[in-house]
């Protein structure tokens, strides 16, 4: 009886280890998603602030010199 109930033990033991490493793992990738979750949602933030009407292009056309403008003068522009 005795035998059994140790075998049991460290059967459990060694499910517990095996757990708790996958727990770990699990952890980490949670951690490393957030971390990316994070800088898409800063690249959403940006790309929406550069497609919103408060952002124009300057007069001479280049594309590459948006001027931020407040809301009253983006609708005056359209």
């Known amino acids: 009886m005795r035998q059994h109930i140790q075998e049991r ?8 280890e095996k757990g ?4 770990r793992q699990l952890e980490s990738q949670s951690n490393a998603l957030r971390e990316t979750l994070i800088r898409i949602s800063g690249a959403i933030m940006v790309l929406e602030e550069l497609v919103s009407p408060s952002w124009v292009a300057p007069a001479n056309g280049n594309q590459a ?3 931020k403008v407040d809301a009253d003068q983006a609708t005056a522009q359209k």
């Open 65 to 67: 010199e948006l001027i």
């Open 20 to 23: 708790q490493g996958q727990l």
């Open 9 to 16: 033990l460290t059967g459990l033991k060694n499910e517990y």
